[in-house]
């Protein structure tokens, strides 16, 4: 899979390419018995996997800082799918007091959990701080992800035990991640705003995601947990994660026309590797166009992925810290 097959809507292996729906790729799953959080499920293809896994019957938990827009992209769904289940809960991934809050109030639902789409993001943002002093991209895109994923891996475990159906943990990644700075992540100077190039940061941050769920896959495989941990590049789609640079993403869609997606066909590879059960104990894998593709050499660096693991860990503890 690669640029000719998105031209061309090419199908891979799986049966399905770059032209398929989210729709089209989940047909006739039943997902009735399952519970998914999708994060930045209020707009673009969070909403677009919020509707389809509704549709499927699963119990859907959109996670959002904007409450309102969850809100009304959850009466969206409604409308559409008057026996949807799908509930909203306030998260912003910029904040460690903030997630904290969401797993408490998610776990107050007293329901299971089998599927966490770590779907949000922000793109190209000018040099900032989050409220706990992270460099925003990499707050938002990782660290935020890595927090509420170990918050809630307690849960997951304990509903794949009880229930005997597989968990999965679903990164979106991007074909940005191969365009990181030298090293793969600014370790020493994540924070630092002298050398920050904002599509470096993204890139980084979206290299983040696919190393992270390559740990969280590598540490369930060791310690024999039916969950699996795969990440996924969407594909170039125009929503308001490129409000920073919409200008300069109309300009680039003029000439590369031909490699961009709606939103249901950017929703497929994330809705593919949460319900298909083809991907049945598949993990460790990254995705595009719903079909297996290798990523970059540091995204398979194991040494790099457990070095990001603790200096993650260590990052919260720091902004944890009163």
């Excluded at 899979?1 to 809507?9: C, E």
């Excluded at 990254?286 to 790099?304: F, H, I, K, T």
Aim: aromatic letters at 6%; one cysteine or more; hydrophobic letters at 40%.
């Amino acid at each position: 899979m690669g640029i000719l097959s998105s031209m061309t809507g090419w199908r891979g292996r799986s049966g399905f390419g770059s032209a398929s729906t989210a729709e089209e790729v989940t047909e006739g799953i039943d997902a009735r018995n399952l519970t998914a959080i999708v994060t930045g499920g209020a707009s673009g293809i969070g909403l677009e996997t919020v509707r389809v896994l509704a549709l499927r019957k699963a119990h859907v938990i959109i996670a959002a800082r904007n409450t309102e827009a969850a809100n009304a992209a959850k009466e969206l769904v409604l409308e559409d799918n008057k026996t949807a289940r799908v509930d909203v809960l306030k998260l912003d991934l910029c904040s460690v007091k903030s997630i904290r809050a969401f797993v408490d109030n998610f776990i107050a639902l007293d329901v299971p959990l089998n599927i966490l789409i770590n779907n949000a993001g922000v793109m190209f943002c000018p040099f900032q701080l989050s409220e706990d002093g992270i460099e925003l991209q990499f707050a938002t895109n990782h660290l935020g992800h890595f927090l509420l994923t170990n918050l809630l891996l307690e849960k997951m475990k304990q509903t794949a035990r009880s229930t005997g159906i597989e968990g999965r943990i679903v990164n979106l990644s991007s074909v940005a991640h191969h365009h990181s700075y030298g090293h793969g992540i600014r370790f020493e100077r994540i924070n630092d705003s002298i050398g920050y190039s904002n599509k470096k940061a993204y890139g980084q941050s979206k290299l983040a995601n696919i190393l992270h769920a390559n740990e969280l896959s590598r540490r369930f495989q060791e310690e024999g947990i039916n969950i699996t941990a795969n990440s996924v590049h969407p594909g170039l789609i125009m929503t308001p994660l490129m409000r920073h640079s919409a200008l300069l993403m109309r300009i680039l869609k003029v000439f590369t026309y031909f490699l961009w997606k709606d939103v249901p066909q950017g929703a497929a590879t994330s809705c593919y590797v949460a319900l298909h059960p083809s991907l049945k104990g598949v993990t460790g894998n990254y995705y595009v166009d719903c079909n297996e593709m290798g990523p970059s050499a540091l995204a398979r660096d194991q040494v790099l992925a457990t070095k990001l693991w603790d200096f993650s860990e260590d990052l919260i503890k720091s902004a944890s810290k009163p």
